[in-house]
């Protein structure tokens, strides 16, 4: 009987640390989307749409991103600044540095 008692406090305390180290169920996700002329990418959050975005950020107009892989690389930056506590917001500069190809629109 001596012997069970302790068994059972370490099974409480494996079991207390075992969910207390899972993942936190906040995991972002990116799911990439075909638009009609183009992709977009969506953050999913808690398994819900947390960020929609059909087309390029920062650029004037409906562009979406010509191929998957530039809709994937700034997808990927927007989770990397929610991680470290930034605001999500995507500038022209960043774009170019990552490559992505957009238009410019010229003023009518």
Do not use: H
Not at 13 to 21: E, R
Not at 67 to 78: G, P
């Amino acid at each position: 009987m001596m012997m069970t008692r302790p068994f059972w406090k370490l099974l409480l305390v494996l079991g207390l640390i075992s969910i207390s180290c899972q993942k936190k169920s906040t995991e972002l996700d990116i799911k990439i989307t075909k638009q009609k002329t183009g992709y977009g990418y969506l953050i999913i959050k808690n398994k819900k749409t947390f960020i929609n975005q059909p087309y390029i950020p920062a650029i004037a107009g409906d562009q979406a991103f010509k191929d998957s892989l530039q809709a994937r690389r700034t997808a990927d930056l927007v989770i990397r600044k929610i991680r470290n506590a930034s605001f999500p917001r995507i500038s022209i500069n960043e774009l170019d540095s990552m490559k992505i190809e957009y238009e410019i629109q010229k003023l009518q």
